[in-house]
């Protein structure tokens, strides 16, 4: 039996560019390599055949193809169903298909070995981590071999004809093709337990999800839909087993950044998870059915919360707009926070500031003053005749990242002092030119890391933060 690795390549990096990177997902750096190259490097060391589906713009991929003297297909479309689709018609003398996405890179041989040899015994195989099944591999029985085939777009919630054809097969293609099925075992389940309803809500980086992916979990570990094809689902199974996560709702970060840190993914992404609770009673009920009438394309639904309540669900029918999530608290700022009678809490007098905009306060001298704060990310205030602007530069896109990603101590870190303050009095020069302030000022933790300032830079202090706090109560 011929089983081979179909690698898909034709992507748009649409997830990836959305959250601040820069050109293809593909072509990002790993350690020295691309991370397609890392991706074929794994697939090449399995022995299995490969081919791999790609456009004919992506130079990188073509080039690393004919490298390697691996059979490939172009085409024009950057749909994952057109890419299989075209994979099978290619690959007509294989019994059986690995899906491998060129963005994996993680993927070890004795994963594609291990699947292969089990396509040999069965016609459908489900890799399984820790108890967290992952995503079916299919072999070629003829009647599904027509389905998959006839695949000629990405996969859509509304879209009932290619998800069914794609279910007949027993083919699941990524969190979208499991999505539509999210809600019909937790209806089952809300009649006699509770359980818990996970949102994605948005991503940083290389996230494995997109935003309004759904996973659906019961108090003995299982569900429905997915988070991350396993990493968070391991982790987040855990946890709501233990007792965790009984508010109404929370919202939890997962990957860099995050306060579950521990679970790593690729390209230090993050992602926050909207999770809602749902009791065992007629308007948790109701409220998945809502939701489940949505996936299915009938009718279109709004869903509004303010942490820690429930969620409120308005139906609007006949709405073409795709899946949109709207926040409006600070991204770095604690959830729940916005609207916090701290002073009643406190049952004191309270002031609230930006840490940078404080420090910046402190370090004000007149004129035009931009204030970077160099600690754990990148702090910046500008200061104009004595009004503070907070802003949040390290946010901008720079490069492959943002201005952050080459600021912070993580990077410094990471690369070393010398590699990171050149990035420092580069970054600093920039914002010099754009902004041209009279003078700059560097402080937080890390400006003690810093030789040779240029003449309009001077070295601030994290003390400056304190007479900032004093000048702000006094005025």
């Given at each position: 039996?011929?089983?081979?690795?179909?690698?898909?390549?034709?992507?748009?990096?649409?997830?990836?560019?959305?959250?601040?990177?820069?050109?293809?997902?593909?072509?990002?750096?790993?350690?020295?390599?691309?991370?397609?190259?890392?991706?074929?490097?794994?697939?090449?060391?399995?022995?299995?055949?490969?081919?791999?589906?790609?456009?004919?713009?992506?130079?990188?991929?073509?080039?690393?193809?004919?490298?390697?003297?691996?059979?490939?297909?172009?085409?024009?479309?950057?749909?994952?169903?057109?890419?299989?689709?075209?994979?099978?018609?290619?690959?007509?003398?294989?019994?059986?298909?690995?899906?491998?996405?060129?963005?994996?890179?993680?993927?070890?041989?004795?994963?594609?070995?291990?699947?292969?040899?089990?396509?040999?015994?069965?016609?459908?195989?489900?890799?399984?981590?820790?108890?967290?099944?992952?995503?079916?591999?299919?072999?070629?029985?003829s009647a599904s071999n027509t389905a998959i085939v006839s695949l000629?777009?990405?996969?859509?919630?509304?879209?009932?004809?290619?998800?069914?054809?794609?279910?007949?097969?027993?083919?699941?293609?990524?969190?979208?093709?499991?999505?539509?099925?999210?809600?019909?075992?937790?209806?089952?389940?809300?009649?006699?337990?509770?359980?818990?309803?996970?949102?994605?809500?948005?991503?940083?980086?290389?996230?494995?999800?997109?935003?309004?992916?759904?996973?659906?979990?019961?108090?003995?570990?299982?569900?429905?839909?997915?988070?991350?094809?396993?990493?968070?689902?391991?982790?987040?199974?855990?946890?709501?087993?233990?007792?965790?996560?009984?508010?109404?709702?929370?919202?939890?970060?997962?990957?860099?950044?995050?306060?579950?840190?521990?679970?790593?993914?690729?390209?230090?992404?993050?992602?926050?998870?909207?999770?809602?609770?749902?009791?065992?009673?007629?308007?948790?009920?109701?409220?998945?059915?809502?939701?489940?009438?949505?996936?299915?394309?009938?009718?279109?639904?709004?869903?509004?919360?303010?942490?820690?309540?429930?969620?409120?669900?308005?139906?609007?029918?006949?709405?073409?707009?795709?899946?949109?999530?709207?926040?409006?608290?600070?991204?770095?700022?604690?959830?729940?926070?916005?609207?916090?009678?701290?002073?009643?809490?406190?049952?004191?007098?309270?002031?609230?500031?930006?840490?940078?905009?404080?420090?910046?306060?402190?370090?004000?001298?007149?004129?035009?003053?931009?204030?970077?704060?160099?600690?754990?990310?990148?702090?910046?205030?500008?200061?104009?005749?004595?009004?503070?602007?907070?802003?949040?530069?390290?946010?901008?896109?720079?490069?492959?990242?943002?201005?952050?990603?080459?600021?912070?101590?993580?990077?410094?870190?990471?690369?070393?002092?010398?590699?990171?303050?050149?990035?420092?009095?580069?970054?600093?020069?920039?914002?010099?030119?754009?902004?041209?302030?009279?003078?700059?000022?560097?402080?937080?933790?890390?400006?003690?890391?810093?030789?040779?300032?240029?003449?309009?830079?001077?070295?601030?202090?994290?003390?400056?933060?304190?007479?900032?706090?004093?000048?702000?109560?006094?005025?």
């Amino acid at each position: 039996m011929n089983i081979g690795i179909l690698i898909l390549a034709a992507g748009k990096s649409e997830r990836f560019q959305s959250t601040g990177g820069r050109g293809s997902k593909l072509n990002h750096l790993l350690d020295k390599q691309t991370v397609f190259e890392k991706t074929l490097s794994n697939s090449m060391s399995s022995g299995l055949p490969l081919h791999v589906v790609t456009r004919a713009d992506n130079d990188g991929v073509i080039n690393n193809c004919l490298q390697f003297n691996i059979p490939f297909s172009v085409l024009n479309s950057y749909g994952l169903g057109e890419s299989i689709a075209v994979g099978v018609q290619n690959t007509p003398n294989w019994h059986g298909w690995l899906i491998q996405l060129g963005d994996m890179p993680y993927i070890p041989r004795e994963i594609f070995i291990r699947i292969a040899d089990e396509l040999k015994n069965y016609s459908l195989v489900r890799p399984v981590y820790k108890n967290i099944p992952g995503h079916p591999v299919e072999e070629n029985p003829s009647a599904s071999n027509t389905a998959i085939v006839s695949l000629t777009h990405d996969p859509r919630i509304d879209d009932l004809t290619l998800m069914e054809a794609v279910n007949t097969s027993a083919f699941y293609i990524g969190a979208m093709g499991s999505t539509r099925t999210s809600a019909k075992r937790p209806i089952r389940w809300i009649k006699v337990e509770p359980v818990w309803l996970c949102t994605v809500l948005n991503t940083y980086g290389s996230s494995p999800r997109s935003p309004g992916s759904l996973l659906v979990a019961k108090g003995d570990g299982s569900y429905t839909g997915s988070l991350s094809g396993g990493c968070i689902e391991e982790d987040f199974l855990q946890r709501i087993q233990q007792g965790h996560y009984l508010e109404n709702s929370q919202v939890v970060r997962y990957g860099q950044g995050g306060v579950e840190a521990k679970v790593n993914l690729p390209c230090e992404g993050s992602l926050d998870v909207l999770i809602e609770y749902l009791p065992c009673n007629e308007r948790s009920y109701q409220y998945l059915t809502q939701i489940q009438t949505a996936l299915l394309g009938y009718t279109a639904i709004i869903k509004k919360l303010t942490l820690p309540n429930m969620s409120e669900i308005t139906t609007i029918p006949n709405s073409q707009h795709p899946t949109q999530i709207e926040r409006n608290e600070p991204a770095n700022l604690g959830y729940g926070w916005v609207n916090f009678d701290l002073e009643s809490a406190f049952n004191c007098p309270v002031k609230i500031i930006n840490d940078a905009a404080m420090q910046a306060t402190g370090s004000y001298d007149g004129g035009k003053m931009l204030f970077l704060g160099l600690g754990t990310g990148l702090g910046s205030s500008l200061v104009v005749n004595n009004e503070v602007i907070s802003l949040e530069l390290g946010h901008l896109n720079y490069l492959d990242h943002n201005y952050e990603y080459f600021t912070c101590d993580a990077y410094r870190q990471k690369n070393g002092n010398k590699n990171w303050e050149d990035e420092v009095l580069n970054i600093t020069d920039d914002f010099y030119q754009v902004f041209m302030p009279d003078y700059i000022v560097l402080g937080g933790g890390n400006v003690v890391r810093l030789n040779n300032l240029p003449e309009y830079v001077r070295r601030g202090g994290n003390d400056k933060a304190f007479i900032g706090g004093m000048k702000m109560w006094n005025e």
